[in-house]
């Protein structure tokens, strides 16, 4: 059974700091595409960020050079830093993990606000 659980969301001033985890069991983040996905109320959702197994990532324009997507194969953990965050990064943060099918965590709030 894959399960992908999220953590390290909150509330942050803008100009944080946060980094987020997704602890993954019944799959290992080594071999599956792992990917960033948020959701703001009223929109749709959208895909942050994602890592082959290769290792090529790929950002959407909007964070390029804020946030940073890795993963630790020991601790079958995927990551997403995310730095000088905007009030517009407030959102539900999903992992995503994609061998053929694709496997979701149950989200965290993420929120960036004064």
């Known amino acids: 059974q894959v399960q992908l659980v999220e953590s390290g969301g909150g509330l942050v001033q803008p100009g944080g700091s946060l980094r987020l985890s997704c602890a993954a069991s019944?799959?290992?983040?080594?071999?599956?595409?792992m990917g960033w996905y948020r959701q703001a109320p009223g929109l749709e959702r959208e895909l942050v960020a994602i890592r082959t197994t290769g290792g090529d990532t790929n950002y959407a324009d909007s964070v390029k050079g804020r946030f940073t997507i890795s993963r630790d194969n020991f601790r079958n953990t995927a990551y997403l830093q995310m730095n000088n965050l905007k009030p517009e990064d407030t959102a539900v943060y999903y992992c995503?993990?994609?061998?053929?099918?694709?496997?979701w965590g149950q989200g965290t709030q993420v929120t960036v606000a004064s």
């Open positions: 995503n993990g994609e061998l053929g099918r694709k496997f």
């Open positions: 019944g799959l290992s983040v080594r071999f599956y595409t």
